[in-house]
């Protein structure tokens, strides 16, 4: 089997293969290769043999190197260099590239080839022995590194003694027998730690540099991240081996990094950095301050004209937002990779949208390519202006990822996740990120570094996540020893909120006030795309007219599920709820529900009045009677006196309406079937809201859903009851109109999906109550799942937690018969989801695959499931 596709003049054999088989960074370079851009020749190896390296015990399949010494004779030709050549030596880059670009993940190394007589050869060669040392000593730092994994600050110090030396500070002012005298240093540094002279030969490197770029797969870090972002089913990574151009060869020379539009606002604006006389990873590395590339015309007008033009290409070609990487060698420009930018949510939706105005993607296009959960981004909180204002400013960063964070300091990113598992929010400070702190910078709820660009690790990482980030406030100063900043004097430490604007890139002392988003035109523009797209029907869940009618806003089509016990916790209401529960007698009861009907009617009435001509399905009373009730001493004695009776009473009420195993207790339908009158009174006050609301002109439609119904005979005694409240209630107001009030109920005990066919002869809908139904399923308590199920996700015994997202292969299972058996009897059932999965977008797909007639979830996330139901239907 072919392991290593070339690309270059020769020939681009990579060309139309697949990300799978020549990862992301391979598959492009032979893309831009083909159209014609300056990329400097070189050669995949593909991730089956990562994969076959994998399996044959970590060695390098037979035949491999045979196969690259082709592909470099090929380079070799085209290039007229030789690699290992004493006079003129062919460098080459060794670099990782996965199918889904990990940014950071793994290393580079750089100017491999080099050893010390090539070095001297070099340098003649260039006629300029600074280029030649400073490359070399690159390679033996990263070679070092990446191969045999020592510590980057081993380097460092030796670095650190040359520049006190030479008294400078900027690494491109050491000169260039200092720069020699620094590679002597750090070939002891690396013999000390490797045990072994540097590798003067140029193939055993190569070698040793690709086993290396495969071991990195498997690093801590790289698990990490592909765990963290839900990355499965690799083979691996690929290697590309790429001739190097220098952008280190001086003043016309340099390097850098550009996305074709701004990744933050989405603006069709060329964004990026650049720095003069520099290698690979400076500019991303922080290690300098980069220049915008704006500048660039200042500094060199045809290469920045040329970039603009590139964009054109790149963009015609991929028709997406490209992120760039580039190098000019004395003034020539070379591409060194591209992808899709990585862009936050709100830069997702004006691309989009600006791209189908620029007629690059269709409106199907733009609708599939915006990531529901993106959507999350734009509904996100940003701090009051009038409060951002008065805010005690400390400092300015770069405005690296937008949003509003509020949180106390962490230094290290193990405390931060610890912390953030605690429940507290955390702001993750550091100098500069690196790929180890991941874990860390996702617990927190925002990142502040005093180092690096806008392209940094820390930016980059967080755009991608939605997450707040200020970058590079060079004004903060971090002791991560004493775990303290000091800002112009001032000092903050763990136990100091501070604020973060990633917009504007400003950090704050204290808490600065938040305040909820506006949406901006194209977004209610892609909405309306989705919308045409879209089958399912969104609903929410809500219990009051307030949430009710934002959820109205973000386009919700009616109510999927009301709560109607979050209504009697208000104010007197829980007196009144509680005195019905202590109640001895049906007529106390009766006398209690009787104070709690206004309440409910009026609630109900105001969420019609918000629902006009939309469905609300609302359920009846669902929680076990003791979560009314207070089980602290203290909490009893004042409940015993507002009601007016002996302490003993609440306490002995409390202690019979115990439960070893509530949720499997007495709640749902059940309580309906002890106590009638709680569901005449909740039925009497639904029906009497929606005669008030038909006499205001008000469209009402009602749904009564059962809960926790398990046998079609608890659905048949209670569907009566029901029916008989409301034939009572339209006589005794003697209502002339037309109700049209629906009964159905929740399917989320596994009995009534697996007997679907007799619930659904007394139902008029179903709504697959999936959060009981997952945890009866699975049997995994909705409560205490927490205790083992970070282990079943550690361990691969679970790919995603089964309360966030559905799982298709066995609830779905009963999901989908639910549907069939309820429709082989009633053609027309209605059939909707509600419960945490209505606002997820895989389990939005599978609802949409199955058939349901609509999802319903919280308010905020209706967008979401909007768009999420467009692109199950595309
Ligand atoms: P990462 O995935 O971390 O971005 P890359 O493989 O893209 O790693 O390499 C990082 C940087 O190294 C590139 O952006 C580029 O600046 C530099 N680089 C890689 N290959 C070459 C090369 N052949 N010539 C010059 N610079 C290179
Ligand atoms: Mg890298
Ligand atoms: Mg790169």
């Known amino acids: 089997k072919k392991m290593v596709y070339y690309f270059g003049k020769t020939k681009t054999e990579g060309r139309g293969k697949s990300k799978a088989l020549l990862g992301g960074k391979g598959l492009n370079l032979a893309e831009m290769t083909a159209i014609g851009l300056p990329v400097p020749p070189g050669f995949t190896i593909t991730t089956e043999v990562c994969d076959g390296y994998y399996k044959n015990k970590q060695k390098l399949p037979a035949g491999l190197m045979d196969e690259i010494r082709k592909a470099v004779s090929v380079m070799e030709k085209e290039l007229k260099k030789k690699f290992g050549d004493d006079a003129n030596p062919l460098l080459v880059s060794v670099r990782s590239g996965a199918a889904v670009s990990m940014p950071g993940m793994m290393n580079t190394i750089l100017n491999l080839g080099l050893n010390d007589e090539a070095t001297e050869g070099l340098a003649k060669a260039t006629n300029n022995p600074r280029f030649a040392y400073d490359a070399y000593r690159r390679l033996i730092n990263m070679f070092g590194d990446v191969v045999m994994g020592m510590e980057h600050h081993t380097f460092e110090a030796a670095f650190d003694k040359i520049k006190k030396k030479y008294k400078v500070s900027e690494d491109t002012d050491v000169p260039a027998e200092g720069l020699k005298e620094l590679c002597d240093a750090y070939k002891k540094v690396f013999e000390k730690h490797a045990g072994e002279p540097f590798p003067q030969d140029p193939y055993k490197q190569l070698q040793l540099a690709i086993e290396a770029v495969f071991g990195s797969w498997n690093t801590p870090r790289a698990v990490s991240y592909r765990q963290i972002e839900n990355i499965r089913g690799l083979l691996g990574t690929a290697v590309n081996v790429q001739s190097m151009v220098y952008g280190n060869m001086g003043e016309d020379s340099g390097t850098g990094v550009a996305f074709t539009r701004n990744p933050n606002t989405g603006e069709n604006k060329f964004f990026g950095e650049f720095l003069i006389n520099a290698q690979g990873e400076d500019v991303v590395a922080g290690i300098r301050t980069p220049q915008p590339v704006a500048e660039m015309p200042k500094w060199n007008k045809a290469v920045h004209k040329q970039l603009l033009e590139i964009k054109q290409t790149l963009e015609s070609h991929y028709k997406e937002m490209q992120d760039i990487e580039f190098t000019i060698e004395k003034g020539t420009l070379f591409m060194l990779q591209t992808r899709t930018g990585k862009r936050t949510g709100v830069a997702a939706v004006k691309i989009a949208c600006d791209m189908v105005k620029e007629k690059l993607i269709t409106q199907k296009e733009a609708v599939l390519r915006v990531p529901a959960n993106d959507l999350t981004q734009l509904l996100l909180p940003s701090f009051k202006t009038t409060a951002r204002n008065a805010a005690d400013v400390l400092a300015r960063g770069l405005p690296a990822s937008p949003g509003a964070a509020v949180g106390k300091l962490s230094f290290t990113a193990a405390d931060a996740k610890a912390r953030a598992a605690e429940g507290e929010k955390v702001i993750l400070v550091r100098k500069e990120t690196s790929p180890e702190d991941v874990d860390g910078m996702h617990a927190a709820v925002g990142i502040l570094t005093s180092t690096g660009g806008m392209t940094s690790h820390a930016a980059v990482v967080a755009r991608g996540w939605g997450k707040c980030c200020v970058a590079g406030a060079g004004d903060v100063k971090i002791n991560e020893k004493t775990k303290k900043i000091t800002v112009n004097g001032r000092t ?383």
Not at 493 to 514: F, H, I, N, Q, R
Not at 617 to 637: C, G, I, M, N
Request: glycine content about 8%; hydrophobic content about 40%.
């Open 492 to 874: 903050f430490g763990a136990k100091d909120v501070l604020s973060l604007d990633g917009t504007t890139g400003e950090v704050m002392a204290g808490e600065v006030e938040t305040q909820e988003p506006t949406l901006s035109g194209d977004f209610a523009k892609l909405m309306g795309w989705a919308d045409q797209y879209r089958r399912l029907k969104v609903r929410t869940n809500a219990d009051s007219p307030a949430d009710s009618k934002r959820a109205r806003d973000f386009g919700a089509e009616g109510i999927g599920l009301c709560r109607t016990e979050h209504m009697f916790f208000e104010g007197d209401r829980i007196t009144h709820m509680r005195a019905m529960i202590l109640a001895e007698t049906e007529k106390d009861r009766r006398a209690a529900l009787k104070k709690l009907l206004p309440f409910q009617r009026k609630d109900f009435e105001g969420i019609f009045k918000a629902m006009n001509g939309l469905p609300v399905t609302v359920r009846l009373l669902d929680p076990p009677l003791h979560e009314f009730l207070p089980h602290e001493d203290k909490a009893q004695k004042e409940m015993a006196q507002e009601l007016g009776v002996k302490p003993s009473e609440v306490k002995q009420r409390t202690e019979s309406l115990h439960e070893s195993n509530p949720m499997l207790g007495h709640r749902g339908c059940r309580l309906s079937v002890t106590y009638p009158e709680i569901l005449e009174m909740q039925v009497r006050a639904i029906v009497e809201a929606a005669i008030r609301c038909a006499n205001k002109n008000i469209d009402a439609q009602p749904e009564i859903m059962i809960p926790l119904v398990g046998t079609a005979a608890e659905l048949r005694v209670l569907r009566e009851r029901v029916e008989a409240v409301i034939e009572e209630v339209v006589a005794q107001k003697k209502f002339e109109g037309k109700l049209n009030i629906l009964i159905g109920t929740m399917i989320e005990i596994p009995r009534a999906a697996l007997t679907a066919d007799e619930v659904a002869e007394y139902a008029d809908f179903f709504s697959f109550g999936t959060n009981d139904l997952t945890q009866m399923t699975f049997g995994y308590s909705r409560d205490d799942v927490n205790t083992f199920l970070p282990d079943y996700l550690d361990n691969d015994l679970l790919n995603v937690d089964p309360f966030q997202s559905l799982d298709t292969t066995g609830v779905g299972q009963l999901v989908e018969m639910g549907v069939t058996k309820g429709r082989s009897v009633k053609k027309k059932l209605k059939v909707g989801i509600c419960g945490e999965h209505g606002g997820d977008p895989s389990s939005i797909d599978f609802c949409n695959q199955v058939g349901l007639d609509y999802v319903s979830c919280s308010p905020f996330r209706v967008p979401i499931a909007r768009l999420a139901a467009a692109q199950a239907a595309l």
